[in-house]
């Protein structure tokens, strides 16, 4: 089983910065892709940032030149530098993996991995 744990949301005003990090943990043989969506209240989860092993990045037009993603390959670790933060960023910030696992005697196995969400709050 795999387990993805986040840390770093809070409140913070307008113009300011917060870093979320996810580690993931469990039986890993790799991860391609590591990214972080968020879900604000009324609306769809959407995609933030992602990252690739090789370090191929994709990222929301909105958040283009405020936030950075990026990932530490040996610790299983992504990690959102957001600054400039706005309130319209205000939302449960949910990383997100591609886990490949083996299974001794089953071979390898993809699966999608969510964690349990962070709440980001910015407001004066």
């Known amino acids: 089983q795999v387990q993805l744990v986040e840390s770093g949301g809070g409140l913070v005003q307008p113009g300011g910065s917060l870093r979320l990090s996810c580690a993931a943990s469990g039986s890993i043989f790799s991860i391609y892709v590591m990214g972080w969506y968020r879900q604000a209240p009324g609306k769809q989860r959407e995609l933030v940032a992602a990252?690739?092993?090789?370090?191929?990045?994709n990222s929301a037009d909105s958040v283009k030149g405020r936030f950075t993603i990026s990932r530490d390959n040996a610790k299983n670790t992504v990690y959102l530098q957001m600054n400039s933060l706005k309130p319209e960023d205000t939302a449960v910030y949910y990383c997100?993996?591609?886990?490949?696992?083996?299974?001794?005697?089953?071979?390898?196995?993809?699966?999608?991995?969510w964690g349990q969400g962070t709440q980001v709050t910015v407001s004066s």
């Open positions: 990252i690739t092993s090789g370090g191929s990045t």
């Open positions: 997100n993996a591609g886990v490949t696992t083996v299974v001794p005697g089953t071979g390898p196995r993809w699966d999608d991995y």
